[in-house]
């Protein structure tokens, strides 16, 4: 029986390589890369040689190819899985193959190295005990606002990737789930030469934004604070009615809207539904 290995790789920094990175290329009877070009840019920064075979593996193939790694494995093969950065399985090609080889009685292991979600948080400034990765938001404004909404009460800190060209929509949409008061970090170009973190609420970073960026952008949101924890006291009538607003937004009819904002803001029913109708909002 052979063996899954899979192994974490540079986020932008080639010099934050695991050391084992380069005996396990080398050892390896197939590399599987997300990109066979990356990998051999990869290899020339470390200084390293792949010994095996490679075979390109990414979300367009790794249904087909799935069955011949694990294949080749039973039959006593080292499988090595790298992708483009950071660790396989997080928003890259991974899960299937791990899966498929659990199932198939493979042993499977790790070189563990450098993660975007981690180094994002640690950089934020924001409460780390508790957090949960979302991954990238959907690309339709209507799928975002729905999963942002079913995130909007949750405590934890959150890590989201998203691409450049749509961080200022993005952030738009979450300062319209969660308020635009909540904090918030975006961290750009990890580990590489021009990286920045800003740190602010999630306004002031949609008003920068807007101008535009560049580079791999990790967001770091903070979680709901408890009911009645804010500086002011409990949410305003004013502040109850946009939640509401935004989970409507989202699909939710205004009955399930409300009971969900009471709930998260510990308040009656009754309490939210009259602030809705002050503000007079219509139905969405």
């Given at each position: 029986?052979?063996?899954?290995?899979?192994?974490?790789?540079?986020?932008?920094?080639?010099?934050?390589?695991?050391?084992?990175?380069?005996?396990?290329?080398?050892?390896?009877?197939?590399?599987?890369?997300?990109?066979?070009?990356?990998?051999?840019?990869?290899?020339?920064?470390?200084?390293?040689?792949?010994?095996?075979?490679?075979?390109?593996?990414?979300?367009?193939?790794?249904?087909?190819?799935?069955?011949?790694?694990?294949?080749?494995?039973?039959?006593?093969?080292?499988?090595?899985?790298?992708?483009?950065?950071?660790?396989?399985?997080?928003?890259?090609?991974?899960?299937?193959?791990?899966?498929?080889?659990?199932?198939?009685?493979?042993?499977?292991?790790?070189?563990?190295?450098p993660s975007a979600?981690?180094?994002?948080?640690?950089?934020?400034?924001?409460?780390?005990?508790?957090?949960?990765?979302?991954?990238?938001?959907?690309?339709?404004?209507?799928?975002?606002?729905?999963?942002?909404?079913?995130?909007?009460?949750?405590?934890?800190?959150?890590?989201?990737?998203?691409?450049?060209?749509?961080?200022?929509?993005?952030?738009?949409?979450?300062?319209?789930?969660?308020?635009?008061?909540?904090?918030?970090?975006?961290?750009?170009?990890?580990?590489?030469?021009?990286?920045?973190?800003?740190?602010?609420?999630?306004?002031?970073?949609?008003?920068?934004?807007?101008?535009?960026?560049?580079?791999?952008?990790?967001?770091?949101?903070?979680?709901?604070?408890?009911?009645?924890?804010?500086?002011?006291?409990?949410?305003?009538?004013?502040?109850?009615?946009?939640l509401v607003?935004?989970?409507?937004?989202?699909?939710?009819?205004?009955?399930?809207?409300?009971?969900?904002?009471?709930?998260?803001?510990?308040?009656?029913?009754?309490?939210?539904?009259?602030?809705?109708?002050?503000?007079?909002?219509?139905?969405?």
């Amino acid at each position: 029986m052979g063996q899954l290995v899979l192994a974490g790789t540079p986020i932008g920094n080639a010099a934050d390589a695991p050391p084992r990175l380069a005996t396990e290329l080398g050892t390896a009877d197939l590399v599987a890369a997300e990109d066979t070009r990356r990998l051999r840019r990869l290899t020339t920064a470390l200084g390293a040689s792949v010994g095996g075979r490679v075979l390109s593996y990414h979300e367009h193939n790794e249904a087909a190819r799935t069955p011949e790694l694990v294949e080749a494995m039973v039959a006593g093969a080292r499988v090595l899985l790298v992708t483009d950065a950071g660790m396989p399985s997080v928003s890259d090609p991974g899960y299937r193959l791990v899966r498929a080889a659990i199932d198939a009685g493979v042993p499977v292991t790790a070189v563990p190295g450098p993660s975007a979600v981690l180094t994002a948080l640690a950089l934020s400034g924001l409460p780390v005990d508790r957090f949960c990765f979302e991954g990238f938001l959907p690309r339709k404004a209507g799928e975002r606002s729905a999963r942002l909404a079913a995130v909007a009460d949750d405590p934890r800190t959150m890590v989201f990737f998203e691409a450049p060209h749509r961080l200022a929509a993005s952030l738009a949409a979450m300062a319209q789930a969660f308020g635009g008061a909540r904090d918030a970090s975006v961290c750009r170009e990890l580990t590489k030469t021009y990286e920045e973190v800003r740190r602010g609420t999630l306004d002031e970073l949609q008003a920068w934004a807007a101008a535009g960026v560049r580079g791999e952008v990790t967001v770091v949101v903070a979680g709901a604070p408890p009911p009645g924890s804010g500086p002011d006291g409990p949410p305003t009538a004013a502040e109850l009615a946009r939640l509401v607003g935004a989970r409507e937004a989202a699909g939710e009819t205004r009955k399930e809207a409300i009971a969900a904002v009471a709930l998260a803001a510990g308040l009656p029913k009754r309490s939210v539904f009259d602030a809705v109708v002050a503000d007079k909002r219509p139905p969405a």
